[in-house]
């Protein structure tokens, strides 16, 4: 039978995070599986590439400190490129109470080392981008070390790497049971045959859930479908702009290629394994947009490149990390909650370092193991766009 270290099930950003952090630890024999016949065909490859330190909650800043310097020098590290672009997130407040929220968060983010945030009065946001409708905006918070990522290059970058150092990448191989023995996890089952291991991640992202009841663990990891719409090549608004958030309902965009890529959350949708772009999204997109943008009422738009996918969410938005109670061996690396491509970094030297020395300086992680929930123990993030 073949054997490994460490199984990790799921080879997207996170899965190959971890197996990049196992290896740099002097943990070579992991094996990654994934079932699609190629990387990134989960949420990774449809994810805006957003990263930011600026959230409400300690813990998700501090997994941005780790990881936003970690793709800042990914290819010193790792001798591949991430397209990290330090263009920075523009958070607009339209009311006293959003400026009130930002300014307890820049608090929470100062008091942790955070150095590149400040908050803005609106005049200054009014003269950075004449072209947004400003009128109702009355401050903001900027922080220029946030940005955006390749995520795909960032996911084979990290993959690459572990390959370099002794990982296996399995493809074409799903993951259909884990046996268990006196001691914990015994093996895992896949199309291609039995991997006997000790050790196993899950990291199957918005199918988290479904490899959890494989050893009869409640995960609490629900997908929700999320749409993107690019422009075609659009030159009315700066390229170097960052990603610019509004508060009043949550619309934001930011520079991709020529044009943008517009984003946000409608509230009317509901959870389920839903892929399919929905076409009536343009619509209401593009309305949101040029309520702030006015020029992008002449933004144009082909609706055959937008595209959906999961963001795999769990009731108190952080993820769930650390070994599941009860199964010793099997470590959980799920519900990153439309965050798992700027907190791979850190999740990676986290869940590194719990497997192999059971503790980790980077987080606390007691705070987000999955017994948060049946303790009520939750940590609410509400800065989710
Ligand atoms: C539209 C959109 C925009 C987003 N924007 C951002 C953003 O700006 N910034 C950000 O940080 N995050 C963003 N996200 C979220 C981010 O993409 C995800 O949090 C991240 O990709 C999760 O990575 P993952 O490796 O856990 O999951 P995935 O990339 O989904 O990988 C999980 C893998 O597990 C495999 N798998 C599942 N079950 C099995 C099995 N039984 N056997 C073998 N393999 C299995 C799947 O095939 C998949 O490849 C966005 C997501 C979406 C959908």
Redesign the pocket.
């Known amino acids: 039978m073949q054997t490994a270290d460490v199984v990790i099930?799921?080879?997207?950003?996170?899965?190959?995070s971890i197996a990049c952090h196992l290896t740099a630890a002097g943990c070579p024999n992991v094996l990654v599986?994934?079932?699609?016949s190629a990387?990134?065909?989960?949420?990774?490859?449809?994810?805006?590439?957003?990263?930011r330190a600026q959230f409400s909650t300690p813990v998700s800043i501090q997994m941005s400190l780790y990881s936003i310097p970690f793709y800042a020098s990914f290819e010193e590290r790792l001798g591949y490129p991430c397209d990290y672009r330090p263009q920075g997130y523009l958070f607009c407040a339209t009311s006293d109470a959003h400026m009130a929220y930002l300014r307890t968060n820049y608090a929470q983010q100062i008091s942790l080392g955070l150095k590149n945030v400040r908050l803005l009065p609106g005049d200054e946001i009014r003269g950075m981008f004449p072209q947004l409708r400003a009128d109702d905006i009355v401050g903001g918070s900027f922080c220029s070390s946030d940005g955006f990522v390749d995520?795909y290059s960032a996911m084979t970058g990290f993959m690459t790497r572990a390959a370099e150092h002794g990982a296996t990448l399995w493809k074409n191989?799903?993951?259909?049971g884990l046996l268990r023995d006196a001691h914990g996890i015994a093996s895992v089952e896949?199309t291609r045959g039995s991997v006997a291991t000790r050790r196993v991640v899950n990291?199957?992202?918005?199918?988290a859930a479904?490899?959890a009841r494989f050893v009869s663990v409640d995960l609490p990891v629900e997908p929700l479908r999320?749409?993107?719409v690019p422009s075609e090549p659009f030159d009315e608004f700066p390229h170097t702009a960052p990603m610019i958030v509004d508060m009043s309902n949550g619309f934001h965009f930011r520079p991709e290629a020529r044009g943008f890529l517009l984003?946000w959350n409608d509230p009317e949708e509901t959870p389920g394994f839903k892929t399919d772009f929905d076409p009536a999204f343009v619509e209401k997109i593009l309305t949101r947009a040029a309520d702030r943008v006015p020029c992008f009422a002449n933004l144009p738009v082909n609706s055959k490149r937008a595209?959906?996918?999961?963001?795999?969410m769990t009731p108190d938005h952080h993820p769930i990390l650390g070994e599941a109670p009860g199964v010793p061996g099997f470590f959980l690396?799920?519900g990153?909650s439309?965050?798992?491509?700027?907190?791979?970094p850190a999740t990676g030297k986290i869940l590194s370092d719990l497997i192999l020395t059971g503790k980790t300086h980077l987080i606390d992680a007691s705070l987000l193991g999955l017994s948060r929930f049946a303790e009520g123990r939750l940590i609410h993030e509400t800065a989710v766009l």
Not at 9 to 16: A, D, F, P
Not at 33 to 36: D, L, P, S, T, V
Not at 39 to 51: A, E
Not at 338 to 344: D, F, I, L, R, S
């Open positions: 099930i799921g080879g997207g950003i996170v899965g190959s599986i994934e079932r699609e990387q990134g065909k989960g949420s990774t490859g449809k994810s805006m590439g957003g990263v995520p191989a799903a993951v259909t896949t990291c199957a992202g918005a199918w479904s490899v999320r749409m993107l984003a595209w959906a996918g999961l963001y795999e690396a799920n990153f439309g965050h798992g491509v700027m907190h791979a």
